[in-house]
């Protein structure tokens, strides 16, 4: 059963960067498409971004389309999400999670859910 661990939330003004990881335990990672949730108060946990197992193929909301950027490293059996530009709206609990589906959009989609890491974004 792979775990998945998220890092690297904080605190970041306006317009800034910031990446959070999602590290992830078990020997068949690569056998596992990867995606970014996040979860705002009061609001429904939404997509973010998707990569495949292999890290080739990558996809994005179009909300965070050209700002953020989700990578892998199969070797390390971590993920990443490298968020710029942010916007006080990216403020949210940042979860990653992993299915064997294939890329998917939907949270039912995925079986494997790591605990979240809060990201937020102030003016």
């Known amino acids: 059963q792979v775990q998945l661990v998220e890092s690297g939330g904080g605190l970041v003004q306006a317009g800034g960067s910031l990446r959070v990881s999602c590290a992830a335990s078990?020997?068949?990672?690569?056998?596992?498409?990867m995606g970014w949730f996040r979860q705002a108060p009061g609001k429904d946990r939404e997509f973010v971004a998707a990569i495949s197992g292999s890290g080739l193929s990558e996809t994005y909301a179009a909300s965070v389309k050209g700002r953020f950027a989700m990578s892998r490293d199969n070797a390390k059996n971590t993920v990443y999400l490298q968020m710029s530009s942010l916007k006080l709206e990216d403020t949210a609990v940042y979860y990653c999670?992993?299915?064997?589906?294939?890329?998917?959009?939907?949270?039912?989609?995925?079986?494997?859910w790591g605990q979240g890491t809060q990201v937020t974004v102030s003016s």
């Open positions: 078990g020997r068949t990672f690569s056998a596992y498409a």
């Open positions: 999670a992993g299915t064997t589906r294939g890329l998917r959009f939907g949270v039912s989609d995925y079986d494997l």
